[in-house]
């Protein structure tokens, strides 16, 4: 039985624990208590859990709350152990509340979703502190194998460095299991641009919506999400100009872009709609961008269809999907390189692109919309082309 005794040398202050081990052997322990109500209380905790060890009841859950018990005991705030699924979650939640972005909310909580899910439902209820570097190396290496490139791996490893460098800093673990996981070795892969006769050939092909995706792709340089999203009350027929906001963009700043003739003469070919709320590709708008069924795998296919050519880079067996140098993300390629190759200066490029820029800032420079247009009247038409 547990007992409490002074120190027999007479040097502390403190009382002392004496309780039996799990293998038997007697453990004099110091309670850092002067009082000896307290320290009565704390030992008896200690041999509480000695002796459900030793009866094989002493649960990873069981420990955490006779440890909490014991700081508790101890004058301390009871402590509070989050499983990694809990920690995930609020790692979420907090980029929810630091309003990331949609699309980068979508794609962090996929990667936390199949990490659990490799994880399993008994390791993803332990502890934070309980995963090894060997979890996050297996789900690294699942990535490659289901069919997903190098990059792809690598952009889900950084979002679970991410989880680990939270849970570090704030005080749940010592070591960041994550960062003693290499990231594949990957060459910078780059989409190219569409030839005027490749989008020709994509039009040709295109049923009515996918044209409006194409031709709103081509002449907003507007990612494929925010294409299949854009809706009439976006488009400003009146002063000629789309107004939209990148899901991408993280502060929910506005594009405005000029209307090139042949985009309005098409919008304005469309059945039209009393909801200005109403999609421009009402077929399109519901449906992902990733996936078999996704906006890019039809993208695939339309290109297919148009006979239009992918040079994929080579892959060896067992290294994921191949690149595709061309895809819908090629359209905003191609409108950011039509520009500079009308000689548009690259500060008003970023300006209509919306891409960012760390030499240039929106304090110092105020382009309005017609200085906009005037340098997209240096651009093309599709059917001007030869």
């Given amino acids: 039985m547990a007992s409490i005794h002074k120190d027999p040398r007479g040097k502390s202050p403190y009382w002392y624990c004496a309780y039996t081990l799990p293998n038997g052997k007697r453990a004099f322990k110091s309670t850092k208590k002067t009082e000896r109500t307290k320290a009565l209380e704390f030992c008896l905790v200690l041999e509480r859990g000695s002796k459900m060890a030793t009866a094989g009841n002493l649960t990873e859950t069981r420990a955490k709350q006779l440890i909490s018990e014991i700081v508790e005991r101890a004058g301390g705030e009871p402590l509070v152990f989050r499983s990694c699924r809990e920690f995930c979650q609020e790692w979420i939640e907090s980029k929810a509340t630091a309003k990331k972005a949609d699309g980068t909310l979508i794609r962090y909580r996929k990667v936390i979703d199949d990490f659990l899910t490799h994880l399993g439902d008994k390791r993803a209820n332990l502890s934070i502190a309980s995963i090894s570097p060997r979890d996050v190396q297996s789900f690294r290496d699942r990535e490659v194998k289901v069919g997903k490139s190098e990059q792809t791996a690598n952009l889900s490893l950084k979002t679970i460095r991410g989880v680990f460098i939270s849970a570090h800093r704030q005080g749940l673990i010592t070591t960041n299991p994550a960062l003693a996981v290499d990231i594949f070795p990957t060459e910078q892969q780059q ?152 000689d548009v200066a690259a500060e008003v490029r970023q300006k209509i692109s919306g891409h960012k820029s760390e030499r240039v800032h929106d304090r110092y420079t105020h382009l309005e919309t017609e200085t906009k247009r005037r340098a997209m009247e240096k651009m093309r038409g599709i059917t001007e082309k030869q």
């Avoid at 809706?231 to 990148?246: E, G, H």
Wanted: glycine content about 8%.
């Fill in 191 to 342: 989409r190219d641009c569409f030839t005027n006769a490749q989008i020709k050939k994509l039009l040709a092909v295109a049923e009515e919506e996918w044209k409006t995706m194409i031709l709103l792709g081509y002449y907003l340089g507007a990612r494929l999400g925010d294409c299949s999203r854009m809706q009439w009350s976006n488009v400003d027929f009146t002063n000629k100009v789309i107004r939209y906001t990148p899901q991408k963009t993280k502060k929910g700043k506005e594009l405005v872009t000029p209307m090139m003739p042949e985009l309005e003469n098409h919008l304005l070919s469309l059945p039209s709609s009393d909801k200005a709320d109403a999609f421009l590709c009402p077929n399109l708008a519901g449906k992902t961008t990733g996936g078999n069924c996704g906006l890019s795998f039809t993208f695939k296919r339309l290109m297919e269809t148009a006979g239009i050519i992918e040079e994929q880079s080579q892959k060896k067996p067992g290294e994921g999907r191949r690149f595709n140098p061309l895809g819908f993300h090629s359209l905003r390629h191609s409108f950011v390189s039509e520009l500079a190759n009308a």
